[in-house]
């Protein structure tokens, strides 16, 4: 083996074992760390960099709101890896008015490292399989316009069904909807 930037030693990568269950109120910090880094490595480009930044520096309350979140609502589903939390999904009824009887996934996120190892695809089945138990037969998703995941979730069958306009923290952005079917 060839040692790395660092002078270690490249490790030899395992097949690792994922595990997905609802999230606990223990789970929080892990999904907000998820999340902002997550923001940093998908979004970078596409929202402000003071936006991004802002994501990280306040780590500690979103995990206070995600505790809150999880206690009331339970929607939260976790990827894990030895017990660490390396993605999460965010699920429930749509909030948008057109598709008012789908559900919806809010958030998607895997660390960028574990990308490519099915955690994405896993979280997606495990909201769908959510979704049926609630008889729904069809889920929507909104993906920034710009995001290299919009490709993941076309393969993943869903059909871009038209878009909006939203504001995040005063940045005016698109939004790609995407809808499934069960």
């Given at each position: 083996m060839k040692p790395n930037s660092v002078g270690c030693e490249a490790p030899n990568i395992l097949p690792v074992q994922i595990s997905i269950r609802k999230a606990s109120v223990k789970d929080a910090l892990g999904i907000a760390i998820v999340q902002a880094y997550t923001w940093q490595t998908s979004y970078t480009g596409l929202l402000p960099e003071a936006i991004l930044q802002d994501k990280i520096e306040h780590i500690r309350t979103k995990e206070q709101l995600l505790k809150k979140n999880i206690e009331t609502n339970g929607n939260f589903l976790v990827a894990l890896i030895e017990e660490t939390v390396v993605g999460f999904a965010c699920y429930g009824a749509s909030r948008n008015e057109q598709y008012e009887n789908d559900g919806e996934i809010a958030a998607l996120?895997?660390?960028?490292?574990?990308?490519?190892?099915?955690?994405?695809?896993?979280?997606?089945?495990?909201?769908?399989?959510?979704?049926?138990?609630?008889?729904?037969?069809?889920?929507?998703?909104?993906?920034?316009?710009?995001?290299?995941?919009?490709?993941?979730?076309?393969?993943?069958?869903?059909?871009?069904?038209?878009?909006?306009?939203?504001?995040?923290?005063?940045?005016?952005?698109?939004?790609?909807?995407?809808?499934?079917?069960?």
């Open positions: 996120y895997v660390l960028k490292g574990f990308q490519r190892l099915g955690i994405g695809k896993k979280l997606l089945t495990a909201c769908t399989e959510e979704f049926r138990k609630n008889g729904l037969s069809h889920f929507i998703l909104n993906c920034l316009r710009g995001n290299l995941s919009l490709g993941f979730y076309t393969e993943m069958g869903g059909s871009p069904v038209g878009s909006r306009q939203d504001t995040l923290f005063g940045t005016p952005v698109t939004e790609d909807i995407l809808r499934f079917a069960l």
